[in-house]
C-alpha cells in the first residue's frame, strides 16, 4: 500500500510538472518585434518589464530606448517605434505640445517626481514660489532660501521632456523655466540629471523618484516629502501618469506586452519596487 501511494506521489507530480511545462510552452507560443522609444522616466519601467515578459515569451524581441517624451509619439507616427512612451497622454493638446492624432494613450504607471540637490546643498524644504524664483532665474542664491551663501546651479532638462512638461505644471503652476547666462545647463535624459546635479555642487533639478539615491537629495515641496505613500494620500501633488502611445489599438506582441505592463502581477511587484505606482491606487 505504502509502495502504491509513492507511485500515486510520482505519478501527480509528473503531471503537476508536465503541466506546467505545457503550460509555459503555451505562453512561449507569441511571436513578434516590438520597439519602444520615449520616455526615459519610464525606461527603468520598461526595461524591466521587457527582461519578465522575454522570459515568458522567448519569440518576442523587443528594443527599447529613451530621448524624451516627446521622441515616444513621434517615433510612433513615424512608424520607426510601436510604442512611445511618454510622462503624458500625447493624444490631447497639452502645454508646449500638440495632441498627435491617431494614437491611444494606454495608462501604465503613476511616476512621482521630485526636486533634487546636491548632497552639499542644506536646504530641506521649497515652496512653490521659491522653486519658481529659482527655476525663473529670480532667486539665484541659495542664502534666499534659507540655505548658504552660495550661487545657484540650475540643471534644466531639455525642451520635450515630458519630466519637465510636468514639474512646471504640478510644481512651478505652469511657469516656464528661464534661460540663464551662467549657472545653468539643459540635459537630455533623466540619467544626465542625475549625474549632473550629484556631481555638479549647489545644484538643483527635478527627476522622477526612481533614479533618486543616496548620491543625491529630494527636497520637501511645501512641506511635503515626495514619496509614493504621499502621492496616493493626496498630499504630494508632482506626479503623473506614464502612457504607452500606439498608433490605435494595439495588437500582437505589443497587445500582449502592454497588458502585462499593466497586469497585476507586474503591477504590485517590480513596479512598486521601482518607486513607481501601480495605476490602481489613483483610478479610484
Not at 522570459?55 to 530621448?67: D, F, M, N, T, W
Not at 519658481?132 to 548658504?148: H, M, P, Q, R
Not at 545657484?152 to 547666462?181: L, P
Not at 515641496?221 to 500606439?246: A, F, L, R
Request: proline share 3%; with cysteine; hydrophobic share 40%.
Amino acid at each position: 500500500m505504502k509502495l502504491l501511494n509513492k507511485f500515486s506521489v510520482l505519478a501527480l507530480s509528473a503531471v503537476l510538472l508536465f503541466g506546467g511545462a505545457a503550460a509555459t510552452e503555451a505562453k512561449s507560443t507569441l511571436k513578434g518585434k516590438i520597439t519602444i522609444n520615449g520616455s526615459t522616466a519610464l525606461l527603468p519601467l520598461t526595461l524591466q518589464a521587457t527582461k519578465e515578459f522575454k522570459k515568458l515569451h522567448p519569440g518576442v524581441s523587443i528594443a527599447a530606448s529613451g530621448k524624451g517624451s516627446v521622441t515616444g509619439p513621434q517615433a510612433v507616427k513615424k512608424g520607426i517605434a510601436d510604442i512611445g512612451a511618454c510622462d503624458w497622454d500625447a493624444s490631447v493638446d497639452v502645454p508646449g505640445f500638440k495632441k498627435f492624432d491617431g494614437q491611444v494613450a494606454n495608462k501604465v504607471a503613476v511616476i512621482p517626481f521630485a526636486a533634487v540637490v546636491n548632497k552639499n546643498v542644506k536646504v530641506d524644504n521649497l515652496t512653490t514660489a521659491q522653486i519658481k524664483g529659482i527655476f525663473t532665474g529670480k532667486i539665484t542664491n541659495w542664502k534666499e532660501v534659507g540655505g548658504a551663501d552660495a550661487d545657484i546651479v540650475v540643471i534644466n532638462r531639455s525642451f520635450g521632456s515630458g519630466t519637465r512638461v510636468n514639474f512646471q505644471m504640478k510644481a512651478m503652476d505652469g511657469v516656464e523655466t528661464v534661460k540663464k547666462e551662467s549657472n545653468y545647463k539643459e540635459v537630455g535624459s533623466s540619467g544626465d540629471m542625475k549625474t549632473n546635479v550629484s556631481s555638479t555642487p549647489n545644484a538643483i533639478g527635478y527627476i522622477d523618484l526612481v533614479y533618486v539615491s543616496s548620491d543625491l537629495k529630494a527636497v520637501k515641496i511645501n512641506n511635503v516629502e515626495p514619496t509614493t505613500d504621499n502621492v496616493i494620500n493626496g498630499s504630494y501633488k508632482v506626479w503623473s501618469y506614464g502612457y504607452y502611445m500606439t498608433k490605435g489599438q494595439p495588437t500582437g506582441a505589443t497587445k500582449a506586452f502592454i497588458e502585462y505592463v499593466q497586469s497585476k502581477q507586474f503591477q504590485d511587484s517590480s513596479l512598486k519596487k521601482m518607486k513607481f505606482i501601480p495605476i490602481s491606487a489613483m483610478d479610484k
